[in-house]
């Protein structure tokens, strides 16, 4: 059963896909040589990463991901620090504590490896791990896909392999194989829905708010009070972002791009030219640096930037559209006069929502359907809890969601150097200022519209699903590619 505690995940930059599901995946082959009790037998592991992983992997340090798992870490509680500087560690000793207890030969270069020409058919972020005994014995074998969010999920070791850029043979991939078998939000619950539609007729007949449904259900699996306190506690790590994000003083973002952090210096800016009346109304810049808008834009910086520098973020709905809910979360709170914790949860909620129908019915994965899926979704994530604490009805909701993907249907994703920086920054600041307009437009609507959210979400998938591989997080195509780095 689906919660939208899913949807929210405490994990560590720069990515999703490429960091804390790779991280999952290794953690969770550890923990199950411990289960089947054949831990102490590993001499070494060897792990291979193919696809997407293999060709911007090194960008969103998958390789460093990998090793953390192994040594027993999570997303959520990993030492960034350790984590940045694993593989220089790792320059001076030739062992690792699998699981942090059982000692192993570790070469760092040979024993994780990027394979740049084949992938794994059922998707394109898949990895193999191999648990090697004395005389190299095949100890255990196991493989595992990251499928977009930080959410993972276990192969087979005779799973096909496929050219990188070839298409997968019918039948092979996972889109395929779930026909008819997709996660429900409310199997149990009062309220199951796994569309638009449905959850519009629910509140229809009910007269309940969309995050009225939302915690009906989650009270099911956890408990309002339980519900309330993660939610709470997944807004503080945002709101602690954004301050880390806006007085880092780290100049320069990791990975070689020599990307400069903006946030501080803009935040710097902007709280010293707060006092609108003093400005001088010869100064054009003004206007723009007392806007809501620019703090909009400040917030989501922030945010993206921690992420890109390895730091403490929340998965939302992916790491490379991190900046966006937390972003629009910040406008409402500092910006929306009657904003209080009861209107981050109804936000939050909400938000949850319209991710789940997003990953129930396309996908969140840039990978998989471009960049439309991670940050056109969070966009229309964003949209939907805005509208709903501003007193948008249902349909009202719906409208601010679904004009929240709308524009972002097409959208690309083409990392410069495979690095979650160039384009994926600023773009979490455009679209996080996207989501208040979309809630502006649809709250001076009525709530009627011609495309519904259900009609958008199917366009996106068909869109991702013609796109080239090239558009899809290999950094091969699009600005990756005109592009020099240097
Ligand atoms: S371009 Fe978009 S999908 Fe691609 S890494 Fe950047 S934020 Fe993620």
């Known amino acids: 059963m689906f919660s939208v505690l899913d949807m929210f995940t405490i994990g560590v930059g ?12 290794a953690h969770a082959v550890v923990a199950s040589l411990k289960d089947s009790g054949v831990l102490d037998r590993v001499t070494r592991m060897h792990v291979t990463l193919y696809g997407s992983l293999a060709m911007t992997g090194m960008g969103h340090g998958t390789d460093r991901a990998v090793a953390a798992g192994l040594e027993g870490s999570l997303p959520a509680d990993v030492n960034t620090e350790h984590m ?57 074998e196991q493989v595992w896909y ?18 990188i850029h070839d298409r997968p043979p019918v039948g092979s991939t996972f889109a395929e194989r779930d026909e008819g078998d997709v996660v429900h939000f409310g199997a149990k619950s009062p309220y199951d829905f796994g569309s638009c539609d449905e959850l519009m007729s629910i509140c229809k007949d009910t007269g309940l708010d969309v995050c009225d449904v939302v ?13 309330r306190d993660l939610l709470l506690k997944i807004w503080h790590t945002m709101h602690e972002c954004v301050i880390a994000g806006s007085t880092s003083r780290q100049e320069i973002l990791p990975g070689g791009l020599e990307v400069k952090r903006r946030a501080p210096g803009m935040y710097r800016r902007l709280s010293s030219n707060n006092d609108v009346l003093a400005r001088d109304h010869h100064d054009d810049s003004a206007a723009l640096e007392s806007s809501d808008a620019a703090w909009v834009d400040l917030f989501a910086l922030a ?20 900046g966006i809910i937390p972003a629009v979360l910040q406008y409402y709170w500092n910006f929306v006069d009657s904003a209080d914790e009861d209107g981050v949860v109804r936000f939050l909620l909400t938000a949850g929502a319209i991710g789940y129908l997003f990953k129930r019915n396309a996908s969140i994965s840039g ?12 966009c229309s994530m964003a949209a939907a809890g805005l509208c709903e604490v501003m007193g948008g009805t249902p349909r009202q909701v719906e409208n601010a969601a679904e004009i929240g993907i709308e524009h972002h249907l097409g959208l690309t994703c083409d990392p410069v150097g495979g690095l979650v920086q160039i384009p994926c920054i600023e773009r979490n600041a455009m679209a996080a200022n996207t989501a208040i307009n979309a809630v502006r437009i649809a709250m001076l609507g009525d709530g009627s519209h011609r495309v519904s959210l259900d009609q958008a979400i199917r366009t996106m998938k068909d869109t991702g699903e013609d796109m080239m591989s090239k558009y899809k997080e290999t950094a091969q195509g699009g600005l990756a590619v005109n592009v020099v780095e240097c």
Not at 87 to 116: P, S
Not at 309 to 314: F, N, T
Request: with cysteine.
């Open 14 to 25: 720069p990515s999703s896909s490429h960091t804390v599901g790779p991280m999952r995946a």
């Open 84 to 140: 940045l500087n694993i593989k220089q560690e790792y320059e001076h000793k030739d062992f690792m504590l699998l699981g942090g207890t059982h000692a192993i030969a570790f070469h760092y270069e040979r024993d994780i490896v990027f394979e740049l020409w084949s992938r794994l058919a059922p998707h394109t972020n898949g990895m193999r791990f191999v648990a090697y005994g004395d005389g190299d014995d095949v100890v255990d």
């Open 146 to 163: 990251s499928i977009g969010g930080g959410f993972i999920r276990s192969g087979s070791p005779d799973d096909p392999m496929i050219g």
């Open 215 to 227: 915690m009906a259900n989650e009270r099911v699996i956890r408990g309002e009070r339980d519900t």
């Open 303 to 322: 945010v993206s930037e921690e992420n890109a520098g390895g730091g403490r973020i929340v998965t939302a709905p992916t790491n490379g559209a991190a």
């Open 367 to 378: 990978a998989e359907v471009g960049c439309q899926g991670e940050v056109g979704s969070a």
